[in-house]
């Protein structure tokens, strides 16, 4: 038997692992921007488009109508999570793709949203209620609160999609909220399964009083990546989006400590999956859209904790509802004039309310910065000491999440508009 020769046998274990890795790569199909396949294309120079169009991106701070070129590309899924690290350092937001089960499907998800849909979801009338308690509550929420979150989330070795970190943030998150709801019947908290991975996304729901009123969701996302994340990879990930989460924890913590029951169904959702592809969110608005659920609005909570740029909050103007971003406007201008409001653009897919925005639903996404947000995202170094210590400045976005559900959702004295 002839005998290896050290690198004649490095060369050949170096095959069989590149073999072993081409056997579990998966073809997947995603649609995805220009910029992002610039991006792809640097990883996998075989990477073309199938199908390319363009599309309606909501509307510039002018009030002109963006468009977007957006292309239908097929890849190995074991390339998807290079692609998303790539992405978020090339414009600041991620994934900046959107997964998909067959051609047919992304083709069909880049098609115009039916005029039927979107009449629907032009009714609701944002019109700021001044609702009373608001003011009082406001007061109530605690930074301190929001800090035990986040160093709790990233304490997690990750929270990756795939791992069993991730799953058990999952099942911690899960157990949070259930412990806040306490004994209401009106409160259910339910873990959501997905279909290809083991994390769940978390739901929680205040039902309420008037079912033809409809339904609020507030969301952020509850997984973590550094790019190629394994099972024991470190990924604390407290500003993305450990700090979203929390800032959604503490408004629903003070909601419930006051006993607030709404007119409109309220959900709280910690989307599983959303660095892969909006996996979670574009699973659960696909599920809103197919049982016509009416949703009246939908804010996205990811990345609150670094304040990079001058204005306390960034409302992104593409893909989103340009009414119910002026009503967050009005909404901060009445309940926290302290805060100053600017906008800002994330590009096709950068966050969990492009799922919702693509089903047809009105959906918004105040952001912690316009140009220069956290430098350490998606890195080991993504933790609480390298954001706001202190959590002041995810606390300014519970507010606001507050303020959006009260206002929005109604009560026993404030009458809802249908």
């Not at 979107?118 to 001044?130: E, F, G, I, P």
Request: hydrophobic share 40%; aromatic share 6%.
């Amino acid at each position: 038997m002839p005998t290896l020769t050290l690198t004649r046998l490095s060369a050949a274990l170096g095959g069989m692992l590149l073999s072993a890795a081409a056997a579990h790569a998966t073809p997947v199909w995603i649609t995805l921007g220009d910029t992002a396949l610039k991006q792809l294309q640097r990883i996998d120079t075989s990477a073309t488009a199938q199908y390319s169009t363009t599309i309606d991106a909501g509307k510039a701070a002018d009030g002109a109508v963006r468009r977007e070129t957006v292309h239908v590309v097929e890849i190995d899924d074991s390339r998807l999570g290079e692609l998303a690290h790539a992405v978020h350092h090339a414009r600041g937001h991620g994934p900046g793709y959107i997964v998909h089960d067959s051609f047919d499907d992304a083709r069909q998800a880049l098609q115009p949203v039916p005029a039927a849909v979107a009449k629907r979801a032009a009714l609701t009338a944002y019109t700021v209620s001044n609702a009373p308690q608001i003011n009082t509550w406001l007061q109530q929420l605690q930074a301190s609160n929001i800090v035990g979150t986040i160093t709790s989330l990233s304490g997690f070795t990750n929270r990756y999609y795939t791992t069993s970190h991730g799953v058990a943030a999952s099942d911690w998150l899960a157990l949070q909220w259930k412990q806040l709801a306490g004994s209401r019947a009106d409160i259910a908290v339910e873990q959501f399964a997905h279909t290809g991975f083991p994390q769940k996304s978390v739901i929680l729901t205040i039902r309420g009083s008037d079912p033809a009123a409809g339904t609020i969701v507030l969301g952020g996302h509850l997984d973590s990546t550094v790019g190629r994340t394994t099972e024991n990879t470190r990924s604390p990930g407290a500003d993305d989006d450990a700090s979203g989460i929390a800032s959604l924890t503490e408004a629903l913590r003070v909601l419930l400590a006051n006993d607030y029951r709404p007119k409109r169904t309220i959900k709280f959702v910690g989307y599983a999956a959303e660095e892969a592809g909006l996996l979670g969110s574009k699973a659960i608005a696909k599920q809103f859209r197919a049982q016509n659920a009416n949703v009246v609005g939908v804010l996205q909570l990811d990345m609150t904790n670094y304040k990079g740029d001058p204005k306390d909050i960034y409302l992104i103007t593409d893909y989103t509802n340009a009414a119910q971003n002026t009503y967050l406007t009005n909404l901060a201008k009445t309940y926290l004039p302290e805060l100053s409001i600017g906008t800002s653009q994330c590009g096709y897919a950068c966050s969990d309310h492009a799922s919702w925005n693509a089903q047809g639903y009105p959906a918004s996404f105040p952001f912690e910065a316009d140009q220069n947000d956290s430098p350490t995202i998606h890195t080991v170094n993504d933790t609480l000491e390298n954001s706001d210590r202190q959590a002041n400045h995810a606390l300014k976005f519970g507010k606001l999440a507050l303020a959006y559900a009260v206002d929005l959702g109604g009560d026993a004295s404030t009458a809802v508009k249908h």
